[in-house]
């Protein structure tokens, strides 16, 4: 046993590469040019990966060279090129001075005045609310000096004549030209395209005496009271 063990330590070394070729790690193969060259086997997706790692780290080299080299020869070329005319100073203009507050109120009523003054189709007259006609008649009253009472009594006479005339035209008002919405006219022909009351087109108008309901809408119980009342 001890010359066993003797023997084994006189066995000659063997090198990595000697070892890799017995595991089989090292292979000979034949290139293009006949030759026998070595290389080492390595798995392939370990193999992919330290390339694309060594890649990534050649592109960042690049980048880094490019963008010292650009910046350094940026600063060469504006040191060399110097322009010995002076920089231009920029013409600014002058503010407006600010407006005081009783011109702004007159810019804006003259604004509102314009905006009114357009005529749009469809438009709608506003009238004014009851405080803006209070202020004018306090105004009024102050400039022309008349009384309260006064003004109460020729408004009252104006009010009078309103009554007076509303007598003259009658229980039943001046007539409208849209008659306020209230009348109703029956058609005397049959309407066309299902236009008046549920089925008027199916109705014989001349059932219809219209005079009559006209007379007791204008509040006549007859003709003859109509008439009366017009003498």
């Not at 060259?37 to 060279?65: C, F, G």
């Not at 080299?69 to 005319?85: F, M, N």
């Not at 009348?183 to 395209?193: A, I, K, S």
Request: hydrophobic share 35%; net charge positive.
């Amino acid at each position: 046993m001890k010359g066993d063990a003797k023997l084994l330590d006189l066995r000659p070394t063997l090198t990595a590469m000697e070892i890799m070729q017995e595991r089989g790690d090292w292979k000979l193969y034949s290139g293009p040019s006949g030759k026998l060259k070595k290389t080492q086997t390595w798995p392939a997706s370990k193999y992919l990966a330290r390339h694309d790692v060594i890649q990534k780290i050649k592109k960042i080299k690049q980048e880094q060279a490019r963008a010292i080299a650009w910046k350094s020869s940026r600063k060469r070329s504006l040191d060399e090129v110097v322009d010995p005319r002076p920089r231009p100073r920029r013409k600014t203009k002058a503010k407006p001075p600010p407006l005081s507050k009783k011109q702004k109120e007159l810019d804006a009523k003259a604004y509102v005045f314009e905006i009114d003054s357009v005529e749009l189709p469809y438009k709608v007259p506003v009238y004014e609310d009851c405080d803006v006609v209070g202020r004018k008649i306090n105004k009024f009253l102050t400039e022309s000096g008349m009384t309260q009472g006064f003004f109460l009594k020729a408004i009252n006479s104006q009010a009078n004549s309103r009554i007076e005339q509303e007598v003259r035209w009658g229980p039943n008002g001046y007539k409208l030209k849209h008659d306020n919405g209230m009348r109703r006219v029956l058609p005397l022909q049959p309407c066309e395209m299902g236009y008046g009351f549920p089925g008027a087109n199916n109705v014989d108008p001349t059932i219809f005496n219209i005079d009559a309901m006209r007379d007791r809408r204008m509040g006549f119980n007859n003709a003859a009271e109509a008439v009366a009342a017009v003498a």
